[in-house]
């Protein structure tokens, strides 16, 4: 049946755009997040971002007032886990997208500071569970010499003869206690404030570092949950970037640190599974921030079209304009659509996938880098200046092709997925 409409009246159109009508509790979770989008997130990023990274971490920062105000949201995993699987999963989406929206540089730190307790839940694990409740988390995966090559798969993705290095921070797995030495990279997000770890590194069990047979060219690895004030373990410089700067990040080093056995969540034959699980579980949460990221860039273009005249008129009043504004609604509408379709897939399929959930991230930032470029080009020389909020809209975003992966290399993981998929049956009906 056509649903029929008595005139040519606008659609019925919400804050996320082109949306189907929200329940009472979604609209309730939605407004309250973006009020404090609204008021938190937005000015605390930005005022973040004009100061040094060692400000941003210094007690008394605003930075500090952001992560206080998130944990009155009281926006517990376990209580939108009790919706209806499909609502949880939409509520997640608007969540994720407001926090982007208001920064996505606080988005992404207040993510990553849940994962260590997600974790210690997921497995059901008290003692863990008591470990991280109330305190920052992060995921420490990458290493300077083990960026890309953190968390390879399957084997075409080394070149011939080639093998995944060892990297800088390793463990050797003992009957009852684990040691570890080395250094995190930079990178990690949340590293220079996290007060707990979730983290995965190469590991030795007694017999090296390097699997056998099939797992000839992958090392050994280990999930640990890590708190970070054990004996041993200090910190780098807070890292000095050109965007997401309200996010704190550093490495992490490790000298002869002793962790019980039993903090470790994936040892041998289990780290590959849970390292991947982790993966397509906290991709998603990128992919809805950085929509919200783009709907701010394009809200600002918008609201800019409406107040700038030149040639004679308003910026929207030219049809090369009103092209250029529809070109990057489009962009946003579909950006929005595989973030949820991606969550959806993650959260509810039986086998869920990293490379399923890092596609997403790949297509959504590099819509909203389209549309960030777009918004910073409509704004003329006024964008280029610091008085106008769409230049660090453009910095946030460009981090975010490299992050939780590079966006080629998560491309080019996607081939080989489709091809393990199709020597599977799969694409031959
Ligand atoms: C804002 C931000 C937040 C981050 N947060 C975290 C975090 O919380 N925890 C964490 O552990 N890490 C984090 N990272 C690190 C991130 O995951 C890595 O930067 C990313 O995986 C890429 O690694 P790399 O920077 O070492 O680049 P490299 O792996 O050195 O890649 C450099 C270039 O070489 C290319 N390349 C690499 N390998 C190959 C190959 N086999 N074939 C062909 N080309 C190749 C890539 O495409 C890329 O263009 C974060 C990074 C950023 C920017």
């Known amino acids: 049946m056509i649903r029929l409409n008595k005139t040519a009246a606008l659609p019925a159109v919400g804050m996320t755009g082109f949306e189907t009508p929200l329940g009472e ?61 499909e609502v949880a999963v939409r509520i997640e989406s608007l969540i994720g997208e407001e926090l982007g929206w208001g920064d996505s540089g606080l988005a992404v730190s207040l993510g990553a500071a849940t994962m ?143 962790v019980p056995k039993r ?30 990221v783009a709907r701010a860039a394009f809200e600002l273009a918008l609201a800019y079209c409406h107040e700038r005249k030149q040639g004679g008129a308003l910026l929207i009043e030219h049809q090369m304009t009103q092209l250029r504004v529809g070109e990057m609604l489009r962009r946003l509408e579909m950006a929005r659509a595989i973030a949820r379709r991606s969550l959806a897939f993650a959260r509810l399929s039986p086998q869920s996938h990293p490379y399923a959930t890092a596609q997403a991230k790949v297509s959504v930032t590099e819509e909203a880098m389209k549309i960030a470029h777009e918004a910073f080009q409509l704004f003329g020389a006024n964008g280029t200046t610091r008085e106008f909020p769409i230049e660090k809209l453009f910095r946030d975003v460009r981090s975010a092709l490299i992050e939780d992966g590079e966006n080629y290399i998560l491309t080019s993981r996607l081939g080989v997925l489709a091809s393990r998929l199709y020597q599977d049956g799969w694409g031959r009906e």
């Open 25 to 85: 509790e979604e609209n309730a979770i939605l407004q309250t997040v973006h009020r404090f989008a609204r008021e938190v997130l937005r000015p605390v990023g930005r005022e973040l971002d004009r100061m040094t990274p060692e400000q941003v971490i210094a007690p008394g920062s605003p930075y500090w007032a952001a992560v206080f105000e998130s944990a009155k949201l009281g926006l517990d995993p376990q209580l939108i886990a009790q919706f209806p699987p």
């Open 116 to 258: 260590p307790l997600t974790m210690a839940q997921s497995l059901g694990n008290q003692e863990l569970i008591d470990m991280c409740t109330g305190k920052v988390g992060c995921w420490m995966n990458t290493q300077p010499d083990r960026g890309s090559d953190a968390a390879i798969l399957y084997r075409e993705e080394l070149s011939d003869g080639g093998r995944q290095p060892i990297g800088n921070v390793t463990a050797k797995v003992g009957a009852d206690e684990i040691v570890i030495n080395g250094q995190s990279s930079a990178w990690v997000s949340n590293g220079s404030v996290a007060q707990v770890a979730l983290a995965y590194m190469a590991a030795d069990y007694g017999d090296g570092f390097y699997g056998s047979g099939e797992h000839g060219a992958f090392t050994n690895g280990i999930g640990l949950i890590l708190p970070l004030n054990l004996p041993g373990i200090s910190r780098g410089k807070p890292l000095d970037k050109i965007g997401q700067r309200s996010l704190p990040q550093g490495e992490i080093y490790f000298d002869n640190v002793r």
């Open 263 to 292: 903090f470790a969540i994936a040892l041998k034959d289990e780290y590959l599974g849970n390292l991947a699980s982790t993966w397509s579980f906290a991709g998603t949460h990128m992919c809805q921030v950085f929509v919200g």
